[in-house]
T-cell receptor
């Protein structure tokens, strides 16, 4: 099956710093990628839709200036958490359906990035 | 997207069949039923999907009632590695945005 990677898998940073998380589709192209956030014991919450070559679409309540998304190529989307604070500590997960879609709507998820802000 | 309802947790003995129910009484005619699972601290994994016919693949079987108001995911021989949260999602064809509910925490025990 298709593979999506994330880097880093785990990051600890100080409050006020910025953290960049990469999401790569390794063996397929993705014009669209999705970014989710998951707090402990909760379900995944969609944060934004990343579109290659255009601006991301953010879900209601997600600050676009705080969570910067760049989808620079058909295989890479990045999420930058700017001026991170402890409440941003969470599990960040990306996903991608193959470009051109598929009739099954199967999405491939990355392994997630655990962010801890001290 | 159709609202789905799942039990919060279920237990299953290793080697036995795990039957996970999902109610989706408001599902519309063009919405598929998708199942994903998430093993602890990992990204979700696609399992199976169906519209109105029963489906089977190497991971599981999906039984959808004739009125499409509910479905059951069947793991025929559960293993310890099947311990995960299982999500049932209703989604129109060609629509990519997944909305995750609370899912069912399946615990497979020796």
């Amino acid at each position: 099956g298709a593979v999506v990677s994330q880097h880093p898998s785990r990051v600890i940073c100080k409050s006020g710093t910025s953290v960049k998380i990469e999401c790569r589709s390794l063996d397929f192209q993705a014009t669209t990628m999705f970014w989710y956030r998951q707090f402990p014991k909760q379900s995944l919450m969609l944060m934004a839709t990343s579109n290659e070559g255009s601006k991301a679409t953010y879900e209601q309540g997600v600050e676009k200036d705080k969570f910067l998304i760049n989808h620079a190529s058909l295989t890479l989307s990045t999420l930058t958490v700017t001026s991170a604070h402890p409440e941003d500590s969470s599990f960040y997960i990306c996903s991608a359906p193959p470009a051109g879609g598929n009739s099954y709507n199967e999405q491939f998820f990355g392994p997630g990035t655990r962010l801890t802000v001290l | 997207d159709a609202k789905t309802t799942q039990p919060p947790s279920m237990d299953c003995a290793e080697g036995r069949a795990a039957n996970l129910p999902c109610n989706h009484s408001t599902i519309s005619g063009n919405e598929y039923v998708y199942w994903y699972r998430q093993i602890h601290s990992q990204g979700p994994q696609y399992i199976i999907h169906g519209l109105k016919n029963n489906e089977t693949n190497e991971m599981a079987s999906l039984i959808i009632t004739e009125d499409r108001k509910s479905s059951t995911l069947i793991l025929p021989h559960a293993t310890l590695r099947d311990t995960a949260v299982y999500y049932c999602i209703g989604l129109p064809a060609g629509y990519s945005t997944l909305t995750f509910g609370k899912g069912t925490m399946l615990l497979v025990s020796p």
